[in-house]
């Protein structure tokens, strides 16, 4: 199998694997979608067998996936770091050396069965392989990794959070129709038994879930908050939208179970209305973006504070946890939160449609999917945060731009769409790029570290729109290197800001035209929003001036003394002035504190002169952050015509600053009303 590094040096595996048979554990820091067959998605967190680390091109292992066999391929070596040689966990309990012996049963020790639920491949002698609902027999359970016996008699490590206690007989009814009279259960249709079944399924399995989030609030959350431990502050404040959420879904239990008890022993007609209380669970919001960040928290106090350890280890006896540790409950909420569309739209299909709660149904489906889709974003939100943020710490050289992990000028928050290296033809210099959902980074790998590496600005990034995208090079560029680079590879990025063009190739075809697409695709979705807010206000305009008394024309002339909050000495204002719904803007005055402007805008059209504020915003211009306030002012349409005649020339204090006068004139031009 060949493989191809960021620099385009074409790789096979068995040569790269020739020699390396040490075995290195690497955790992920930086996530990557796959370019690639051959190349692996990461996510911040994984675990891999690192199987091979050139000094150049990409490095090759396997992932630790829970449940799946492990996929090998390539990956870039600076989205991971290297733990050790070593087999280890985010704690300390985990002695398994690679190429150990396997683990003793200890002495005395009388296993507990457990049951499989997913299929493992061992990647180490010392670890046991099993399949799905297979029967082992545990013997110790320290850290995350606990020595168990199979069926055939062999003895291995084996990961915590793969198995689980047999569960025992539940003597209770799982269904609604085990749970209804024969007479009853005959007195409705098939599909009404399927509809009744899933309505129970909804309230049973929301009544277990509740069971748990009190659970862990009594085990762990109340007792650690007693304890006070100054160390776990930060824990305690994590677990805060634990508690609401708990609270929040009470109540929609307590709903639910009211109307189960009022139709005790029969069908339930109605329930839609009820599932819209799932509107009011926004718990969820605030707790699942911070889960990751809570078992990273947990798991570093766990290995750093000695009360803390104890404490843990004590709840981890508590018999309600069913022998699992904490942290295994954390994913819970998110698992419930994608189940409730499912559940809710299970009810919806048995539900005819003449029946007066199919559409109360049709409307919680779409507030449950809703709630599901907004906390996903969150999610989401929280590791884009989490991925620039280590990002901002292996990048040094920044000036226009002081931190990626940071709000956009007008595209929310700063978000990375895409990385990879890239080739320059002319010097065969190797970038790392970044695409971001605003700008385009051009960084250089600086020193030689493996675990960590690092970059440098090369060239201060530039704004999406400031982007000229070309398929082909030049032939007389191509010309001059013609033995070093495939010319399918090549293509050309022209920077408007900086009047320069950049001439480079890709690791292969493929990535060169996935480089294209999305920069395209970023470029598209960052003018479409400047081209909605021009919209807007060309309908503003349009919408008063079918009933408009008079035109307002405004020049701003100049501004003196600004002041910014941030006590800088320079800045770029400009002027937005708004009347309405109507905005217009003067041009960017250049570093000054004193700007001229003399720019006369476009006439407004107003309605009412009695009423009219003509409002003033002074701003410094930024481009990859939000502007920056440089102060306010407003003029009343009716306080000038009650004066001397039009034009006039007004000074303005400015408000919101410490100091600042802006000099505008205002014309106003009254049309007949024949």
């Not at 269904?175 to 009404?192: D, H, M, P, R, Y």
């Not at 009219?612 to 015509?641: H, M, Q, W, Y």
Request: charged letters at 25%; aromatic letters at 8%.
């Amino acid at each position: 199998m060949a493989a191809f590094s960021t620099d385009g040096t074409q790789h096979d595996q068995d040569s790269i694997l020739s020699g390396q048979s040490e075995k290195v554990v690497a955790t992920v820091v930086l996530g990557y979608a796959a370019q690639r067959s051959d190349e692996l998605n990461l996510r911040c967190g994984q675990l891999i067998s690192v199987l091979s680390w050139p000094e150049n091109g990409p490095w090759y292992g396997e992932l630790q996936a829970r449940g799946k066999v492990r996929t090998a391929g390539f990956f870039p070596s600076h989205h991971v770091k290297i733990l050790s040689r070593e087999v280890q966990d985010d704690g300390d309990s985990d002695s398994r050396i690679v190429g150990s012996d396997r683990p003793k049963i200890p002495a005395g020790k009388t296993g507990e069965e457990m049951v499989a639920m997913y299929d493992y491949v061992a990647s180490h002698d010392e670890e046991l392989s099993f399949s799905k609902d297979d029967r082992l027999l545990i013997y110790s359970k320290d850290g995350d990794w606990w020595i168990g016996k199979a069926r055939d008699g062999s003895v291995g490590f084996v990961p915590f959070n793969y198995i689980q206690p047999v569960p025992q007989p539940d003597l209770s009814v799982s269904t609604w129709a085990a749970a209804v009279s024969f007479s009853v259960l005959n007195s409705v249709g098939k599909e009404e038994v399927a509809r009744q079944n899933h309505i129970f399924e909804l309230i049973m399995t929301e009544e277990k879930f509740v069971s748990d989030l009190q659970m862990i609030i009594e085990v762990c959350i109340t007792p650690l908050q007693q304890l006070a431990l100054p160390a776990a502050r930060e824990i305690n404040a994590l677990f805060q939208p634990w508690v609401e959420m708990c609270s929040s879904n009470i109540v929609f239990l307590k709903s639910l179970k009211e109307r189960q008890h009022s139709y005790a022993g029969q069908a339930i007609p109605e329930i839609g209305d009820i599932l819209h209380g799932i509107s009011q669970l926004t718990g969820y919001m605030e707790f699942c973006p911070t889960q990751k960040k809570l078992q990273d928290t947990w798991s570093d106090l766990y290995t750093a504070d000695t009360q803390f350890h104890n404490f843990v280890q004590e709840c981890c006896l508590n018999k309600r946890l069913c022998n699992l540790p904490p942290m295994y409950y954390m994913v819970k909420p998110m698992q419930r939160i994608t189940k409730y569309p499912l559940l809710v739209s299970s009810i919806l299909k048995k539900t005819l449609a003449s029946c007066p709660d199919h559409s109360q149904l049709e409307e919680a489906v779409k507030i449950s999917t809703e709630l599901s889709h907004k906390v996903n974003e969150s999610v989401r939100e929280e590791s884009y945060r989490a991925t620039l943020e280590n990002l901002d710490d292996q990048v040094d050289g920044w000036k226009e731009l002081c931190s990626l992990n940071s709000v956009t000028h007008s595209h929310g928050a700063r978000k990375l769409l895409y990385e990879g290296c890239l080739t320059k033809i002319t010097t065969s210099r190797r970038l790392q790029v970044f695409l971001f959902n605003d700008c385009l980074l051009l960084t250089k790998p600086v020193g030689k570290s493996r675990i960590e590496q690092k970059f440098e600005v090369y060239r201060q990034p530039t704004l999406l729109s400031e982007i000229i995208l070309k398929e082909e090079v030049p032939e007389d560029i191509l010309l001059e290197e013609k033995d070093k680079f495939d010319k399918s590879h090549t293509f050309s990025i022209h920077l408007l800001d900086k009047e320069k063009t950049l001439y480079v190739t890709a690791a292969s075809r493929e990535k060169r035209d996935m480089w294209l697409k999305k920069i395209t695709e970023a470029q598209k979705k960052f003018v479409k929003v400047f081209q909605d807010l021009l919209l807007q206000s060309e309908r503003a305009v349009s919408d008063v001036s079918q009933s408009c008394v008079a035109l307002v024309r405004i020049t701003v002339i100049d501004a003196k003394d600004l002041r910014s909050p941030l006590g800088i000495s320079k800045a770029d204002p400009y002027v937005i002035v708004t009347i309405g719904q109507q905005k217009r803007m003067t041009k960017v005055a250049i570093d000054t504190l004193n700007p001229h402007w003399d720019e006369e805008l476009a006439q407004f059209p107003v309605t009412d002169l009695a009423t009219t504020e003509i409002k003033f915003a002074v701003a410094n211009c930024s481009r990859f952050s939000p502007d920056e306030s440089l102060g306010f002012g407003k003029i009343k349409t009716r306080d000038l015509i009650q004066t001397n005649s039009s034009p006039w020339k007004q000074s303005l204090v400015l408000t919101g600053v410490e100091s600042g006068k802006l000099r505008v004139l205002v014309d106003i031009n009254l049309l007949s009303m024949d």
